[in-house]
Nanobody, 123 residues
Framework: QVQLIESGGGLVQAGGSLRLSCAASGRTFSNYYMGWFRQAPGKEREFVAIISKSGGITSYADSVKGRFTISRDNAKNTGYLQMDSLKPEDTAVYYC????????????????WGQGTQVTVSS
């Protein structure tokens, strides 16, 4: 099994940027698809971005396309989410997740989750 720890969240003004990191341990990170999800208060967890095992294929939710960039460094066992042009509606707890079998945008498809990191965007 793989353990995931997110970091990099915080408070930022609208229009600003943050970079989230997801440090993986326990198993070979390159054997896992990695996704980022977020959950705002009172809402369901939603897909943000996903990256293939090698990092060559990425997909994004329409709400973040063109503003967020997902990446990974398998040599460092770390994934990233660069968030630019942040908006108040991006405020949520952000989670990284991993699964070995499917390139999926559904939270149900992920076996392993981090504890989450809070991102708050002020207007």
């Amino acid at each position: 099994q793989v353990q995931l720890i997110e970091s990099g969240g915080g408070l930022v003004q609208a229009g600003g940027s943050l970079r989230l990191s997801c440090a993986a341990s326990g198993r070979t990170f390159s054997n896992y698809y990695m996704g980022w999800f977020r959950q705002a208060p009172g809402k369901e967890r939603e897909f943000v971005a996903i990256i293939s095992k090698s990092g060559g294929i990425t997909s994004y939710a329409d709400s973040v396309k063109g503003r967020f960039t997902i990446s990974r460094d398998n040599a460092k066992n770390t994934g990233y989410l660069q968030m630019d042009s942040l908006k108040p509606e991006d405020t949520a707890v952000y989670y990284c997740a991993a699964n070995p079998t499917r390139y999926s945008g559904s939270p149900a498809g992920y076996n392993y989750w981090g504890q989450g990191t809070q991102v708050t965007v002020s207007s």
